[in-house]
């Protein structure tokens, strides 16, 4: 049995602990207050259960962060204390609505520290237009909320390379827009190997059209 079970009215996935064994396997998950809680949700809670990765919250201290939907959550480490990134497999990124409020200057040092380190980046939403207003971006193929956002920012200069799309993978970067939580957390998946790429397909298949597949047929008025 893989990552998403498609056999009888089972449509949960299937727990695969013990089936990889990773060196490194801690998921960061970056906060800022008012963070997207939804954006991440697919990857963190199939990652964070259905593998032997383990998701860790990280932010620029340790005082619990408030979601926008008012989930208070716990912080692990403050990216002062982390220093090491020899067990981190990948950092994410989700939006929220103080990204376009403050420049987060020491979190950009943070991720320029963690990408130099060969650490996948996924930013989804609000969190994309930090990476490009800091210049992460402009030299990579992109996506995020739209390019008429990513050019009001200053310090950008990738307009070349915006791809209008809901994700793009490309020099260690995952950057999704603001509907993308799916495909966003596809991709991170397919990176960090979770399961089989068919067990994946199908997991994406099933979350991205649905387990009821219905026609829908005009309906005409008598």
């Known amino acids: 049995m893989g990552l998403y079970a ?12 013990g089936n990889l064994m990773n060196k490194k396997n801690e998921i960061l998950l970056l906060l800022t207050d008012r963070w997207c809680d939804w ?17 860790k919250t990280i932010a620029l201290d ?12 716990n912080i692990d480490y403050s990216i002062d204390d982390y220093l090491n990134f020899s067990n981190t497999a990948i950092i994410i990124l989700p939006g929220g609505l103080s990204w376009e409020e403050n420049d987060y200057d020491k979190i950009a040092e943070f991720i320029r ?10 930013a989804i939403c609000g969190a994309t237009t930090f990476l490009c207003r800091h210049g ?18 200053r310090g950008y200069c990738g307009q070349a390379l915006y ?39 199908k997991w994406y298949d099933n979350f991205k059209y649905g387990a009821i597949r219905q026609v829908c047929l005009p309906s005409y008025d008598t």
């Open 6 to 17: 498609l056999g009888g009215k089972s449509t949960l996935p299937v727990l695969m602990k």
């Open 163 to 201: 791809v209008p799309a809901q994700v793009v993978v490309d020099g260690g970067f995952i950057t999704a827009n603001e509907t993308a939580a799916v495909e966003f957390a596809y991709e991170i998946f397919k990176i960090l190997k979770v399961d089989s790429d068919v067990e994946m397909a």
């Open 136 to 153: 992460f971006l402009n030299d990579i193929k992109h996506t995020g909320d739209s390019l008429e956002l990513f050019q009001s920012q």
């Open 62 to 73: 340790t005082s619990p962060k408030v979601s926008m939907g008012n989930l208070c959550v």
């Open 113 to 122: 520290r963690i990408s130099n380190a060969s650490v996948p980046v996924a």
């Open 39 to 55: 954006e991440a949700s697919y990857a963190i809670a199939v990652a964070n259960v259905f593998s032997d990765y383990v998701v």
